[in-house]
């Protein structure tokens, strides 16, 4: 899921809109800023640290590779006191204030990267405390506390509580649950998009279709989280897998996943491939977008329902995820582990060195000694730290229209 990915502001939108493509990657930090020693990527993180760095302990931690020790306690020194996290501190022994913008998240991935590392009962109990504090009356959660309840969120949220071993169904607010917040904003069976999810309902209530809000949902509504496996024999309803909508008048969260693998699976059908657009621009191979629907499709029907585009992207994605950095390799990671492919042989490429390459050697290569080649793992590569490229991040502002000033979630993405 994003796929769901880092987050920018819309002022950034407005300055860099006009930008061209070729300067896609993510932005580096400026020449006063120093990384820390702990985080992986080399971009600013202002606007996705936590997000990009639980996606790699979490991708390594999925591939059997015990992370950094710095690396851990990087992303639990990021922790309000409250439980929440922001996308970034970065002064982290200054405590929290109105100021510093928490979001659900940054939140939420951070509690299943933790939960994956283990030992840290505590921060994680004390983050799903807070997630429960904000959810919405709707059932479902927005990307900031208060904010309008939105597919990707309300998914990444069921994970975190999945992963920190809450029933997603018994987390009630005003007596709806996560799953009544989904099904809220699924596209009826009738016209090209049926099964689909909206990401949020526009001005008028309207929905509109959005590939990566369906992925998110479908997961969500599995009860999953970003590392979902592939469904066996028997997980998915009667008359699933395929690519035709059949839900109910009230569908339930099962059916109503079917229906949105459905939906992704027509809109890889022709090329294998999700695609995106800047406003005035040719539509764009969806790398992120992709990878997400391959968890999906997995998950919700089995390996081999993802083939087509896990295909595309071992054949693709390695030169994507190189510009983008570690959520990148995350991404392309978690669609491997949800289709039982091999990470380490991913079209040629080993994601879980790639990944390794971009920030602290894990505790593994560290064990291997001087002089063996996984010591260039210490190194961080010239890769950015968003798995999303910045470009790809405006393109979700101009194109999703969410509201001035409002923090844009890495996992927020654009409409097919």
């Given at each position: 899921?994003n796929?769901?990915?880092?987050?920018?502001?819309?002022?950034?939108?407005?300055?860099?809109?006009?930008?061209?493509?070729?300067?896609?990657?993510?932005?580096?930090?400026?020449?006063?800023?120093?990384?820390?020693?702990?985080?992986?990527?080399?971009?600013d993180?202002?606007?996705?640290?936590?997000?990009?760095?639980?996606?790699?302990?979490?991708?390594?931690?999925?591939?059997?590779?015990?992370?950094?020790?710095?690396?851990?306690d990087?992303?639990?020194?990021?922790?309000?006191?409250?439980?929440?996290?922001?996308?970034?501190?970065?002064?982290?022994?200054?405590?929290?204030?109105?100021?510093?913008?928490?979001?659900?998240?940054?939140?939420?991935?951070?509690?299943?990267?933790?939960?994956?590392?283990?030992?840290?009962?505590?921060?994680?109990?004390?983050?799903?405390?807070?997630?429960?504090?904000?959810?919405?009356?709707?059932?479902?959660?927005?990307?900031?506390p208060?904010?309008?309840?939105?597919?990707?969120?309300?998914?990444?949220?069921?994970?975190?509580?999945?992963?920190?071993?809450?029933?997603?169904?018994?987390?009630?607010?005003?007596?709806?649950?996560?799953?009544?917040?989904?099904?809220?904003?699924?596209?009826?069976?009738?016209?090209?998009?049926?099964?689909?999810?909206?990401?949020?309902?526009?001005?008028?209530?309207?929905?509109?279709?959005?590939?990566?809000?369906?992925?998110?949902?479908?997961v969500?509504?599995?009860?999953?989280?970003?590392?979902?496996?592939?469904?066996?024999?028997?997980?998915?309803?009667?008359g699933?897998?395929?690519?035709?909508?059949?839900?109910?008048?009230k569908?339930?969260?099962?059916?109503?996943?079917?229906?949105?693998?459905a939906?992704?699976?027509?809109?890889?059908?022709?090329?294998?491939?999700?695609?995106?657009?800047?406003?005035?621009?040719?539509?764009?191979?969806?790398?992120?977008?992709?990878?997400?629907?391959?968890?999906?499709?997995?998950?919700?029907?089995?390996?081999?329902?993802?083939?087509?585009?896990?295909?595309?992207?071992?054949?693709?994605?390695?030169a994507?995820?190189?510009?983008?950095?570690?959520?990148?390799?995350?991404?392309?990671?978690?669609?491997?582990?949800?289709?039982?492919?091999?990470?380490?042989?991913?079209?040629?490429?080993?994601?879980?060195?790639?990944?390794?390459?971009?920030?602290?050697?894990?505790?593994?290569?560290?064990?291997?000694?001087?002089?063996?080649?996984?010591?260039?793992?210490?190194?961080?590569?010239?890769?950015?730290?968003?798995?999303?490229?910045?470009?790809?991040?405006?393109?979700?502002?101009?194109?999703?229209?969410?509201?001035?000033?409002?923090?844009?979630?890495?996992?927020?993405?654009?409409?097919?």
């Amino acid at each position: 899921m994003n796929v769901r990915r880092s987050a920018a502001v819309l002022a950034t939108v407005g300055v860099l809109a006009a930008a061209s493509p070729a300067l896609a990657a993510s932005p580096s930090p400026s020449p006063s800023t120093a990384l820390p020693s702990g985080l992986y990527g080399d971009a600013d993180p202002k606007f996705d640290g936590v997000w990009r760095q639980s996606l790699a302990l979490l991708a390594q931690r999925t591939a059997s590779v015990t992370p950094a020790a710095k690396a851990v306690d990087w992303l639990t020194g990021q922790q309000c006191a409250d439980g929440a996290f922001a996308a970034f501190r970065a002064d982290p022994g200054r405590a929290c204030d109105a100021k510093v913008v928490v979001d659900t998240n940054s939140t939420s991935a951070a509690v299943q990267a933790l939960t994956a590392t283990g030992g840290h009962d505590s921060a994680v109990g004390k983050a799903v405390t807070w997630l429960k504090s904000v959810q919405n009356k709707d059932g479902g959660w927005g990307y900031t506390p208060g904010g309008a309840s939105d597919a990707n969120s309300t998914g990444v949220v069921i994970g975190a509580l999945a992963a920190a071993g809450e029933r997603p169904a018994a987390v009630v607010k005003n007596g709806r649950t996560p799953y009544d917040a989904l099904l809220a904003l699924a596209l009826p069976c009738s016209g090209d998009d049926g099964g689909a999810f909206a990401y949020q309902p526009d001005k008028k209530g309207k929905l509109a279709a959005n590939a990566d809000a369906t992925a998110a949902a479908v997961v969500g509504l599995l009860g999953a989280g970003l590392t979902a496996k592939a469904a066996t024999a028997g997980d998915a309803p009667s008359g699933a897998p395929g690519t035709d909508c059949a839900g109910t008048h009230k569908p339930t969260p099962e059916r109503a996943a079917a229906d949105g693998a459905a939906y992704l699976a027509r809109a890889v059908a022709k090329d294998g491939h999700l695609t995106s657009a800047l406003a005035g621009a040719p539509e764009q191979p969806d790398y992120g977008n992709t990878a997400d629907a391959v968890v999906a499709l997995a998950a919700q029907g089995g390996a081999d329902r993802a083939a087509k585009p896990l295909a595309w992207l071992e054949k693709d994605a390695a030169a994507w995820a190189k510009q983008n950095g570690p959520a990148a390799y995350a991404q392309l990671i978690f669609a491997a582990h949800a289709t039982g492919t091999d990470p380490r042989d991913f079209g040629g490429t080993d994601l879980v060195r790639a990944l390794g390459a971009t920030g602290p050697a894990p505790q593994a290569a560290r064990q291997a000694g001087p002089g063996d080649a996984s010591d260039a793992s210490d190194q961080k590569d010239d890769n950015g730290g968003s798995g999303t490229g910045l470009w790809w991040i405006i393109g979700t502002g101009l194109v999703a229209g969410v509201g001035i000033g409002f923090l844009l979630s890495g996992r927020r993405k654009r409409q097919l």
